[in-house]
């Protein structure tokens, strides 16, 4: 059977911006989604007891929740609409002493030992998975960006996965893992990938391609439906989007308004290439696989494989250039003041870099590297 794809607005934007909640005092962990969730719910008239919220969802851990926003027809709208959600949140947050906290991991927390959400999928997810599935105190943002037409959807997925470096190195924020200093700029996207359908996309050139695969998967018990999926980059039949998945978590709305921003554009630009009769050329996948273990290792200062030819460049370079290629899109979108925040991202650092600083500057107790951490994003929300 076919995977049908959703009718969607061309460029529309959905965000999902993943937060764990931390001790205010200690920077610890703190299991108390469940409790956050149903003084959510009840703040939302007409919802039952076992409704979801329209905007704050449940994930894998306790620790953890998603804010996401409607189908939004600009940045500016999703990010106003994840702040003005954020809001609401952190009022049954402050009583419980627990902030928000989104970075690509938490530094000093032992995996193995955060309570999983009761849920028959996610309990699938452990017992399939074990050690690496226990392993996932991950946080990251996720952008979904409209598509009209099912012809562009295995285009975009390709277009964009030459851009995952680029991506990656924006938000790397998870160095420290369990207390450790890893080396990477972000641990998190190598552990995810460990899981099944989790990490670098297969490219289709035609939809069909996509539904076989997906067909196969399905047939040998690799996955039950299309939303176990999690490759880096997909397509997303039910919503008729492209979603791009690769960033580790960050602190900011204004960070996350960049980078939907910059995927807003990159799809949009992609599909009027197409209408004026252009085709997507995708590197190879071994030089897509080489460039996010370069992203995830060194961050901004990784230099990156540009082309199918095998040039070389600094990712911060290249992403200087394309800010440039792409300012007429974000004109066009009417985005053009989140894409140019790109900049300062790139000139004061990513996430990776003010951890690593922070813990310097506190002899190395990463207790401040979640308060830090922490406190910029009440200040986004609340700023």
């Known amino acids: 059977m076919g995977l049908s794809f959703a009718e969607s607005g061309r460029s529309t934007l ?12 200690t920077g610890d962990l703190r299991s108390v989604a469940e409790h956050i969730l149903e003084a ?15 905007y704050v969802k449940q994930e894998l851990l306790l620790n953890t929740i998603e804010l996401i926003t409607d189908v939004c027809h600009s940045v500016d709208e999703g990010v106003a609409q994840l702040r003005q959600t ?23 927390s032992p995996p193995t030992t955060q309570p999983v959400t009761d849920k028959e999928r996610y309990n699938e997810l452990i017992r399939r998975t074990q050690w690496w599935g226990r392993q996932m105190v991950i946080y990251g943002v996720h952008v979904h960006v409209g598509l009209d037409d099912i012809r562009f959807a295995m285009p975009a997925v390709n ?23 890893t ?18 996309s297969y490219q289709f050139d035609q939809w069909s391609g996509f539904e076989r695969a997906v067909a196969d998967l399905e047939h040998t018990g690799v996955i ?30 204004e960070e996350f308004g960049a980078i939907a921003a910059f995927t807003q554009c990159l799809v949009h630009d992609t599909v009027k290439h197409l209408e004026a009769g252009g085709t997507v050329t995708s590197m190879p996948p071994w030089y897509i696989k080489e460039n ?45 003041s989140e894409l140019r925040y790109l900049e300062q991202m790139i000139a004061s650092g990513a996430g990776y870099q003010r951890q690593t ?12 590297v979640v308060l830090d951490s922490a406190a910029r994003t009440r200040a986004s929300i609340f700023g």
């Open 14 to 25: 959905g965000m999902e911006w993943e937060l764990a909640l931390v001790d205010r005092q």
């Open 40 to 54: 959510s719910r009840a703040d939302v008239p007409g919802l039952g007891d076992d409704d979801e919220h329209p």
């Open 86 to 108: 954020a809001q609401k949140v952190m009022k049954h947050c402050d009583p419980l002493d627990v902030d928000l906290y989104s970075q690509g991991s938490h530094p000093f």
């Open 159 to 181: 277009a964009l996965c030459n851009y995952n470096a680029h991506f990656l190195a924006l938000s790397c924020s998870s160095p420290f893992w369990s207390g450790e200093d």
């Open 183 to 200: 080396g990477y700029a972000s641990n998190r996207s190598l552990m995810f990938q460990q899981l099944p359908t989790a990490g670098q």
């Open 224 to 253: 039950s439906d299309v939303t176990e999926v999690r490759w880096d980059v997909r397509a997303v039949p039910r919503l008729g989007t492209v979603e791009m998945r690769i960033c580790d978590g960050v602190a900011t709305l």
């Open 292 to 336: 996010k273990w370069r992203a995830a290792r060194y961050g901004m200062d990784a230099i990156i494989i540009r082309n199918s030819a095998g040039d070389e460049e600094l990712v911060t370079e290249s992403l200087t250039r394309e800010l440039q290629r792409l300012e007429p899109v974000a004109e066009e979108l009417g985005c053009a």
């Open 357 to 368: 600083q922070v813990a310097e500057a506190h002899d190395g107790d990463l207790r401040q």
